[in-house]
């Protein structure tokens, strides 16, 4: 493709660096990721995809802004409160880049509408910023029926946690974690509470997954599983196999349709204060 002159001087620092060069940017240009979950893992991943060039980006997201979303969730602003998520993420991230394209489904992901949602654009790389466990289960058995690769993460209090799936490369999230853990198992969104910076720092790493995966720089986190304490300012690495009996991935799955697994009640009605 040919660059204008704006977008010569826009991706300069991309560039001129020499793991992506020009051919580097060009992926990053025709590159189309799906971001679930425009929350505290999404947003800062949005803004910097868009920042770095993607050309195609996918928002979803059923929730509208609210104020206590603020606190983490960078892509929304006080004057967005009460706007659709997807909307106010879309203007943030084409304010900053009117090269993208970017799309949104005002809607939650479920196991109705997740595949229609992810063949709509044939995205590339999908990126988990959702805030309860029956979607990222969801989102990673999607994931492997449809041969995607994906980003998870999440986040509570001072901890925040990564892993990079790409197909018949390394475990996917069921071989690490087998089942959502029950609705009552786990503490709820107002007694937990999350630090917000813990947003940025796990999402621009999904980001930087996202950007070595379509350039193809570098080692992604598949077979690991990256933690960080930001009390001790720690970061880990876990290594992870691939569970051969695994319901969705291992040699004789037994799951054949998606689920949509319960949510536990705070997650509808305050999914708004933890991701």
């Not at 805030?131 to 449809?146: A, H, S, Y």
Request: aromatic share 6%; net charge neutral.
């Amino acid at each position: 493709m040919k660059f204008t002159n704006a977008q010569l001087e826009r991706y300069s620092r991309h560039i001129i660096l020499e793991d992506i060069g020009v051919k580097g940017q060009e992926k990053l240009l025709n590159g189309k990721v799906l971001i679930i979950g425009t929350g505290g893992l999404g947003a800062p991943a949005a803004l910097y995809l868009g920042a770095a060039g993607i050309g195609t980006i996918g928002l979803v997201d059923g929730d509208i802004v609210d104020l206590s979303n603020l606190q983490r969730q960078v892509i929304h602003s006080s004057k967005d409160v009460g706007k659709a998520k997807v909307i106010s993420g879309k203007e943030s991230i084409n304010a900053i880049n009117p090269d993208v394209n970017v799309i949104t489904y005002q809607e939650r992901a479920t196991a109705d509408n997740i595949k229609d949602i992810i063949k709509d654009q044939d995205y590339d790389f999908i990126l988990d910023g959702t805030d309860n466990f029956p979607v990222k289960f969801l989102i990673n058995d999607v994931c492997v029926m449809l041969k995607k690769p994906f980003s998870h993460a999440g986040i509570i209090r001072f901890q925040g946690q990564t892993m990079t799936y790409v197909p018949e490369k390394g475990p996917c999230y069921r071989c690490v974690f087998k089942n959502p853990p029950p609705p009552d198992a786990v503490p709820t969104c107002q007694q937990a509470g999350v630090l917000g910076v813990m947003g940025g720092v796990i999402g621009t790493i999904q980001a930087t997954e996202v950007i070595k995966y379509i350039t193809g720089v570098g080692n992604l986190l598949t077979g690991q599983l990256l933690t960080y304490d930001a009390k001790k300012m720690e970061f880990r690495k876990i290594k992870l196999a691939s569970d051969k009996s695994c319901a969705i991935c291992g040699e004789n799955p037994t799951i054949q349709e998606l689920i949509d697994y319960e949510i536990a009640a705070c997650s509808i009605t305050d999914r708004k204060n933890l991701e």
